[in-house]
C-alpha cells in the first residue's frame, strides 16, 4: 500500500469527527450533536461527497457517513473540518452492523448514493433484504430511504426488493434530468459525474419502510 495511504489510515484514527468504534455511540448521540436534531445517515459515503453538501444545505440537521474504507474516510471527515460543519460525523463500520450503533427510531433519513453494484453478489447490495431488515430496526416509521445509482441491474434489483419486503416507493425515476432534481437530488457525487461523462442515465429511488 502506498505511504501516503498508510499515513492516512493511521492518522484517520485521531480525528474528533470520526469514530472506528461506533458501538461505543449507541445511545450516546446526544454527547456527539448535541441538538437532538434529526439525523440522516449516508451509506457507503466514500470521501463524504453527499453527506458534506447535505450538511451544508441543512444545517438544522445532523449527518452521519458510513463507509469501510479509512483512507476515502480521511477525505470526508478533512473536509469536514475545513469547512468548520459541526453537523456532520463519520463512522467506519460495515452497514450491516448499524445496529450497534444505533438504536430503534435514531435514523430519520437514509441516503445510499451509488452503492458498489455487486454483479455477481446481489446479498452484498445495500438494498437486499438483509439490509432493508437492519434499516428497519434503527430508522423511524416514516423515515425515508433515497437510492441513487447509475446501474440498471441494481436499479431493477432495489425496485423488486423493495416492493416485496411491503415498502412503499414514493418515487421512482429511471433518467433523472436536470428538471427533477431537487437541492438535495441535485448534490452530484465523483461517480455521479464520471457516470454522466460516460453517457450513463441516473436512476433514484425513494421508499420507506413498512
Ligand atoms: C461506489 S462507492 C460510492 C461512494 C459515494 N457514495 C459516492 O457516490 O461518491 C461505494 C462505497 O461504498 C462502500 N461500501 C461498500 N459496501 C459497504 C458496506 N457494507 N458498509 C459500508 N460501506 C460500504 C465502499 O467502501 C465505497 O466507498
Redesign the pocket.
Known sequence: MAKKKLERIAEVKTFPNVSHAGAELKGQWHTIFKNGRPMTL??????G??TLALAQQHPERNYIG????SA?LWAAATQAMQKSLSNVFFIR????DLTDIFAPDDIAEIWI????PYPQKPRKR?TAARYLEVYKKICRPDARINVKTDDEALYEFSLATIADYGCTIHQKIAAVHADDATEELGIM????KRHLAAGRSIKYIQFSLP
Not at 66 to 69: E, M, P, R
Not at 113 to 116: A, G, L, R, S
Open positions: 449516508e451509506l457507503g459515503c466514500g470521501k461527497d453527499y458510513i463507509d469501510l474504507k476515502r463500520a460495515n452497514a450491516l448514493p451509488f452503492p458498489d445495500m457525487t465523483f461517480y455521479e
